[in-house]
């Protein structure tokens, strides 16, 4: 088969996390009928201390990444960070930020912010970087997701309890180990407001009186009344959900030249029953997904497949010539896949 476009792959992993809660402990400071969130599956989640900001995150992983990797931040050709919650203020851009944090200085950066997406299709933005620009050779990659409470309540966006915490990776040209294949996505944008905040935007920038995020409906409230509620149309959607997730590993497969049968290891967002669900379907066994770890992180965002790929490679639960899906939805709404070739 063709080689990939441009050929990279990740030198190292470095993480920062929130504090460990527990979930049935805490849901009900969250939402009136916790055993709905138990049920979820969940076990703990991280929440970052109050004044740790996305930027403080994104740039522990990364010195983390850096350290382990032994590269001089002087020596990072180009930062890339990907966000997947709110940063700290509107009209700054965060990457920027984050090489302040770093002193890097004098480089380029770039911020993605296409919701739990960004932190795998960004691995191929950062192959069309590497293919137009051939001086670049070390690139940092952080991903981070950190839940701005005013704005959400992490128990009620959807069916999912959401996590504060970041994962970098240090990607470098020709690194013939964790190499980069193919990234596949695409949209379907009549769906594009089912997961939106409505306060603090240029249509309603100011929460009017009595709005909290505690009490604001659910994304979830958004889908159901898109379908009047209609169990039988809600069902077919929830199938199409998961049928375009099979599409679009599919169409990264076809692009990198391989097949889904050689998948060793199928990493999703941090969703059990929605790991559980697609791993029948694309017949792969739940113990070669990351099933256990979504239990124990909570959904991370962007963050969620990079940490999961980092913490096998960390465990030594990946071989050499091992074929791995990073997959998922996000806003948009979007379908992902980026192939990684251990």
């Known amino acids: 088969m063709a ?14 996390f929130g504090e460990d809660q527990d979930v049935e402990h805490t849901a009900g400071t969250y939402v009136a009928d916790p055993e709905r969130i138990v049920g979820w599956g969940y076990r703990t989640f991280h929440r970052a201390e109050d004044g740790v900001t996305s930027t403080a995150l994104a740039a522990e992983a990364s010195r983390d990444a850096l350290t382990r990797v032994a590269v001089d931040p002087a020596d990072v050709d180009l930062v890339v960070l990907a966000n997947s919650e709110l940063a700290e203020y509107p009209y ?6 984050l090489a302040r944090e770093l002193k890097i200085r004098e480089r380029q950066t770039m911020l993605l912010t296409e ?11 950062v192959a069309g970087q590497l293919l137009l620009r051939p001086e670049l050779d070390t690139v940092l990659f952080t991903a981070v997701n950190r839940v701005s409470e005013f704005h959400r309540n992490r ?11 970041a994962v970098a990776v240090v990607l470098r040209r020709g690194h013939g180990r964790n190499e980069w294949l193919a990234t596949e996505q695409f949209t379907d944008s009549d769906f594009c407001d089912w997961f939106r905040t409505d306060v603090g935007g240029s249509v309603t920038p100011v929460a009017p009186p009595g709005w909290s995020s505690a009490t604001a409906p659910s994304g979830t409230e958004r889908v159901q009344a898109h379908f009047r509620k209609d169990p039988r149309q809600l069902e077919r959607f929830g199938n199409q959900l998961n049928a375009r997730v099979v599409d679009v590993i599919d169409r990264a497969c076809r692009r990198a030249g391989v097949r889904r049968a050689d998948l060793a290891r199928f990493i999703y967002l941090n969703d059990p029953d929605g790991i559980a669900d697609l791993a029948s379907l694309i017949d792969i066994p739940l113990a070669r997904t990351n099933h256990e770890l979504a239990i124990g992180h909570g959904h991370m965002g962007a963050a969620d497949q990079l940490v999961a790929l980092g913490t096998y490679l960390d465990r030594g639960e990946l071989d050499s010539g091992d074929l791995v899906a990073l997959a998922g939805i996000s806003i948009g709404m979007r379908w992902y896949c980026t192939l990684v070739r251990i």
Not at 3 to 16: S, V
Not at 115 to 125: I, Y
Not at 155 to 165: K, P, R, Y
């Open 115 to 125: 919701g739990c997406a960004c932190g795998v299709t960004g691995l191929g933005a």
């Open 3 to 16: 080689g990939p476009l441009a050929e990279f792959g990740i030198a190292g992993f470095g993480y920062a």
């Open 92 to 97: 700054w851009d965060s990457s920027a930020a």
């Open 155 to 165: 128990m009620n966006v959807n069916n999912a309890v959401h996590s504060d915490g």
